[in-house]
T-cell receptor, first 114, second 117 residues
Framework: SQQGEEDPQALSIQEGENATMNCSYK?????LQWYRQNSGRGLVHLIL?????REKHSGRLRVTLDTSKKSSSLLITASRAADTASYFC??????????????FGQGTTLQVKP | NAGVMQNPRHLVRRRGQEARLRCSPM?????VYWYRQLPEEGLKFMVY????????ESGMPKERFSAEFPKEGPSILRIQQVVRGDSAAYFC???????????????FGPGTRLTVL
């Protein structure tokens, strides 16, 4: 099964509400990254959290990491219609022989209604 | 500083033809990763290259797929004798340090959308 699994698969909210997406993984990681993908476009890097960090903020984004539960969450506050996109978590796994490749989850599709 | 560039953005091939996808990393980046995204799915790692070296090709199909990153010029992902199942979006990412760093951000290109008829 996937190294990164996200839930929910789809989320629909009203503009101004907060959106929370969760990601779980299986193996030890060096870091966990969140990306956004607008329909039919490339990926935009949002935020990276290292394995020794618990929380990180960037603008309206807040990411938490719980290595004991092997899970992370992405919170988008005061959502806007422009936040409508798919959001992916990606893990950079640790251990000898790691080459820095990222393992992506299936993604959460967020729709923000104006 | 231009981002990661990929071309073509869209590529249509008939079954049995060859597809060549190009990726130019960000300036100063010497580490390139290729990923494939099937419809409605996340990205799957294919191959990691440094200049003139393949470091990790554990995600590459055993046949028909190859990749290179020459000393000069872009990285090339080559798919020979394409089949319908190869239809997907292929993304390239570059990073400044790759496996040399425990924490390294990958910057993605816009992708090449391959359609096999």
């Amino acid at each position: 099964s996937q190294q990164g699994e996200e839930d929910p698969q789809a989320l629909s909210i009203q503009e101004g509400e907060n959106a929370t997406m969760n990601c779980s993984y299986k193996t030890s990681i060096n870091n966990l990254q969140w990306y956004r993908q607008n329909s039919g476009r490339g990926l935009v890097h949002l935020i990276l959290i290292r394995s020794n960090e618990r929380e990180k903020h960037s603008g309206r984004l807040r990411v938490t990491l719980d290595t004991s539960k092997k899970s992370s969450s992405l919170l988008i506050t005061a959502s806007r219609a422009a936040d409508t996109a798919s959001y992916f978590c990606a893990t950079d796994v640790s251990g000898s022989g790691n080459t820095g490749k990222l393992i992506f989850g299936q993604g959460t599709t967020l729709q923000v209604k104006p | 500083n231009a981002g990661v560039m990929q071309n073509p953005r869209h590529l249509v091939r008939r079954r049995g033809q060859e597809a060549r996808l190009r990726c130019s990393p960000m300036k100063g980046h010497s580490h390139v990763y290729w990923y494939r995204q099937l419809p409605e799915e996340g990205l799957k790692f294919m191959v990691y290259l440094q200049k003139e070296n393949i470091i990790d090709e554990s995600g590459m199909p055993k046949e028909r797929f190859s990749a290179e990153f020459p000393k000069e010029g872009p990285s090339i992902l080559r798919i020979q004798q394409v089949v319908r199942g190869d239809s997907a979006a292929y993304f390239c990412a570059s990073s400044p340090q790759g496996q040399l760093a425990l924490t390294d951000t990958q910057y993605f290109g816009p992708g090449t959308r391959l359609t096999v008829l």
